[in-house]
């Protein structure tokens, strides 16, 4: 009874998760009324706000504007503009949304794409663009999660690489609220999908190492809701702060690193100075190590307008800043210095200053601080973070660090420990004492300083800045061949 109920559930969650998919890639929501049937009252607006729709059409004419706007914008990696005909079926007033589609997805028209094009997954260049015909045969997909506007899901294309799909989310916020403030549902689904368009947007023009890759988009018809867009980008993994603080301190320099000139790109983007109004861990990814924004529909590029100083306060939860105001009427480093200070209450202050090595504590301290208090920009940020990486990958911070051995060491080559291993922090793996050094010197003076440590595994294998990946040992009592390897054992002098 127990197997039959599993395998019951099994199938209803695997039902759940195929119907999901469908939804995203079909034009999910519940089937038009047929003919003499009520819409229902979610669908229905109120009748004291059957005049709204002018305020419906208003809000998308701002969203296309914004879009255009950023699709025109400057010189650039990635300038040019989406597709023309799409972008006008999106736009308002546009008859896109009203022409009986076939549900069958289509690819591109001739032409495709305008944009240059986005390199493919698994590519190191340019490669062609994905579309429709890459959505027909996907597998393994999995729903990832998803916001007020989006829902992002993970799946397999044919020729075995993982992607990220995202669309409008049909039960998500964004599209509900406007369902029930003017019952209009493509009028919603039109005003939701610029959001997806903007980050389209934003994802080709701001290009760079940090920012998640664009690989395609689809637009897709249904009986529903004509026109409905999925984007195909770069899959990254969900960033969780419990987890990366229980990694190496290396692993988590890395990624305020990647922020670093993140914010650097972002403050002098081709765009002009772009700021996050949403920034939060769950807006980015981590890609093999690399943090990568995702989510940029809440991005904006406009400086603020002033008067005077008191119209430049920059409000956070904990404290308020104030900024100068330029004699062309902006806010000064506006849009920088709140990517900065989000950037330090939310990554710097818990990743950067624990378990560092002790003499690059100070300086650690030093861009926590001056982050905290906006007495640095960008610039100065990612140039002291720069100096750190320096410092840390050629081995200068372990000047006057290492003391002199009390043992004597006896190297065997070509060999392992395969067991004796014991825990410490913060080691790149939970099960053992696996720490990554710059020479040999260094993994001595480690091994000094764990009173269990009795030997050491040299391995071949190196970390994202070049340090050796060294296994650190309780004893040597079973020691095997291993050509990739290297094993140092502890005399006593």
């Known amino acids: 009874m127990r197997r039959r109920r599993a395998a019951v559930a099994a199938g209803f969650c695997a039902s759940f998760l195929l119907g999901s998919v469908l939804n995203v890639l079909f034009a999910p929501g519940s089937e038009p009324p047929r003919p003499g049937q009520s819409p229902g009252p979610s669908l229905a607006p109120s009748p004291s706000r059957r005049g709204g729709r002018g305020e419906l059409a208003r809000q998308i004419r701002a969203r296309y504007e914004e879009v255009q706007r950023y699709s025109r914008g400057g010189p650039g990696p990635?300038?040019?503009?989406?597709?023309?005909?799409?972008?006008?079926?999106?736009?308002?007033?546009?008859?896109?949304?009203?022409?009986?589609?076939?549900?069958?997805?289509?690819?591109?028209?001739?032409?495709?794409?305008v944009w240059p094009p986005a390199p493919g997954p698994g590519s190191s260049g340019p490669g062609p663009r994905l579309g429709c015909a890459a959505l027909r045969n996907v597998s393994g997909a999995q729903y990832v999660g998803s916001g007020y506007t989006k829902a992002v899901y993970r799946v397999r294309l044919p020729g075995g690489a993982a992607v990220a799909l995202k669309a409008v989310d049909f039960s998500g916020h964004d599209l509900g609220s406007c369902v029930r403030e003017f019952g209009a549902r493509r009028g919603c689904y039109r005003l939701a999908a610029h959001k997806l368009l903007k980050e389209m947007v934003l994802l080709e023009r701001l290009r760079h190492p940090n920012v998640l890759q664009l690989y395609g988009y689809c637009y897709q018809d249904s009986e529903d809701i004509p026109d409905t867009l999925t984007t195909i980008t770069e899959l990254g993994a969900p960033v969780e702060m419990i987890q990366l603080l229980q990694t190496s301190w290396e692993d988590r320099f890395r990624?305020?690193?990647?922020?670093?000139?993140?914010?650097?790109?972002?403050?002098?983007?081709?765009?002009?100075?772009v700021t996050l109004l949403d920034f939060r861990p769950r807006q980015f990814v981590l890609v093999d190590g690399e943090l990568k924004v995702t989510d940029l529909d809440d991005a904006r590029v406009e400086e603020t307008l002033c008067a005077s100083s008191a119209d430049c306060i920059l409000e956070f939860p904990a404290r308020n800043f104030t900024l100068p105001c330029s004699a062309q009427g902006w806010c000064e480093g506006m849009n920088e210095k709140r990517n900065l200070y989000n950037a330090y209450r939310f990554f710097f202050t818990y990743l950067l200053p624990h378990s560092a090595p002790p003499s690059l504590r100070p300086l650690l301290d030093s861009i926590v601080n001056a982050t905290g208090e906006l007495t640095w920009g960008v610039d100065e940020t990612l140039s002291q973070l720069e100096t750190v990486l320096h410092l840390y990958r050629s081995g200068q911070y372990l000047q006057n660090s290492t003391t002199s051995s009390s043992a004597d060491y006896q190297r065997i080559p070509d060999s392992t420990i395969p067991q004796e291993d014991y825990r410490c922090w913060p080691s790149h793996h939970h099960g053992s004492c696996l720490l990554s050094v710059f020479n040999l010197a260094e993994a001595v003076d480690v091994c000094e300083s764990h009173a269990q440590c009795r030997a050491f595994v040299v391995t071949n294998q190196t970390t994202w800045t070049g340090r050796k990946l060294v296994f650190f040992k309780t004893g040597w009592s079973q020691v095997v061949p291993d050509s990739s390897k290297t094993t140092y054992v502890r005399f006593p002098s």
Request: hydrophobic letters at 30%; a positive charge.
């Open 78 to 113: 990635g300038a040019g503009r989406p597709e023309r005909r799409r972008l006008m079926d999106l736009a308002p007033g546009g008859q896109g949304l009203l022409r009986p589609r076939s549900p069958r997805a289509r690819p591109p028209p001739d032409g495709f794409p």
């Open 255 to 273: 990624i305020c690193l990647s922020l670093g000139r993140l914010l650097h790109h972002l403050a002098h983007s081709p765009l002009g100075s």
